[in-house]
């Protein structure tokens, strides 16, 4: 399963939430910012290179390619 670089930061600071407890929450803030600048980027590209909009939504495809941890 595909795994953005915060995903993976914060899967490792989990492993120690006592110590990383503060990290944690900012990197998860961070996770935020990072799907904000690809969804930017999804669009841009599409838009660019076909002028049409896509057949599902930038939110659909984040949740099918990175969001598989159950929350």
Do not use: C, H, W
């Amino acid at each position: 399963m595909k795994r953005t670089a915060m995903q993976e930061l914060i899967e490792e600071m989990e492993k120690s939430p006592l110590m990383y407890a503060n990290a944690i929450e900012l990197a998860e803030a961070m996770l935020e910012k990072e799907k904000e600048v690809m969804e930017r980027v999804y669009y841009d590209s599409f838009v660019n290179s076909n002028g049409n909009r896509l057949s599902y939504d930038f939110e659909e495809y984040y949740n099918e390619t990175f969001n598989t941890k159950e929350r």
